[in-house]
């Protein structure tokens, strides 16, 4: 009767365990405040099976019992993925068996002394602690990947600047910052006058040369302040920055004066920008507006000056 007792407790535990493990694991998947505490559940799930397991030994103390608890302390380390963590899971694990152990007769223990099972303990605990920072490193290195390949989403792989999706996704924080500070937002269109003319004389090396040249001149000359800039589409540029409208006049006069500056061999090129700016209250809507407006100035530039001989 009594090992009929005592085989129902360790089923309703082990139960209990899986039950409460696997509820954990399916919250977790669908709650980002338990997938921020995924570490320290997965730790306190390691703790109950460690105890559970420290129950059996401490009635039953055979070698297969603490090589169970081995096991756990060894898996322990890739699983919490705290070093912290790592050490409460694998100390109490060690402690408490050391305990069992004192309270046990060395015959049901094959003849082992208590300081062999704790050199065993340590073992287990030191290299739970290689697999996890193994582990931590490649997460570490998955975090870099996907940092990259998000970057490379974002960016234009010929200027450095956003591209559209980059634009997009960085427009709601500055917005953001500039009611904070009580600011209104300007926006300035860019383009390049003349390029496929640049093109198709001189080769698309000479091409591309002139757009990296526009585009740092767009970004130092714009420096001051916060601005998101992009590159919007092959020839033209859009800008987002906190403050003021500079006017269409000063922008394309920095513009150009960067450019002269360059080194860019001008004679291939006559280093003309048509540029398009508003400026209005840092809001969603007004943004919209103020990139229309902004668009249709720059056309307007444009049209200009490919009108003159």
């Known amino acids: 009767e009594m090992v009929g007792l005592v085989s129902l407790h360790t089923f309703l535990v082990h139960a209990s365990i899986t039950v409460i493990v696997w509820a954990a694991g399916w919250a977790i998947s669908r709650s980002w405040f338990l997938a921020h505490w995924a570490t320290p559940l997965t730790a306190i799930c390691a703790l109950m099976v460690i105890a559970e397991f420290e129950y059996e030994y401490w009635s039953n103390p055979t070698a ?40 046990a007769t060395l015959e049901s223990l094959a003849d082992s002394s208590s300081a062999e099972w704790a050199m065993a303990a340590v073992a287990a605990e030191v290299i739970g602690f290689i697999l996890l920072y193994q582990r931590l490193r490649s997460i570490d290195a998955l975090g870099a990947v996907t940092r990259r390949a998000a970057s490379m989403a974002e960016t234009d792989a010929l200027t450095g600047l956003h591209n559209r999706h980059g634009m997009r996704h960085s427009l709601p924080g500055l917005l953001e910052r500039a ?94 920008v048509s540029v398009g700016s508003a400026g209005g209250e840092a809001s969603d809507e007004e943004l919209q507006r103020l990139i229309e407006l902004a668009d249709e100035r720059m056309y307007m530039r444009r049209r200009e000056h490919r009108a003159q001989p």
């Open 179 to 272: 009611r904070a500070a009580g600011e209104q937002v300007h926006v300035a269109f860019v383009d390049i006058d003349w390029l496929k003319t640049a093109n198709d004389k001189h080769g698309h090396d000479f091409g591309d040369a002139v757009i990296i040249t526009v585009a740092n001149a767009v970004r130092t000359s714009l420096c001051s302040g916060e601005h998101a800039i992009a590159r919007w589409g092959g020839d033209e540029f859009l800008v987002v920055g906190v403050g003021p409208d500079l006017g269409d006049e000063v922008i394309a006069s920095r513009i150009l004066d960067a450019i002269r500056g360059s080194g860019l061999d001008l004679t291939k090129w006559p280093g003309s």
């Open 64 to 103: 297969i019992g603490f090589t169970y608890l081995l096991m756990i302390m060894l898996g322990s380390g890739p699983i919490v993925l705290s070093p912290r963590l790592l050490i409460g899971v694998g100390g109490i694990g060690l402690f408490g068996s050391l305990a069992i152990l004192g309270s």
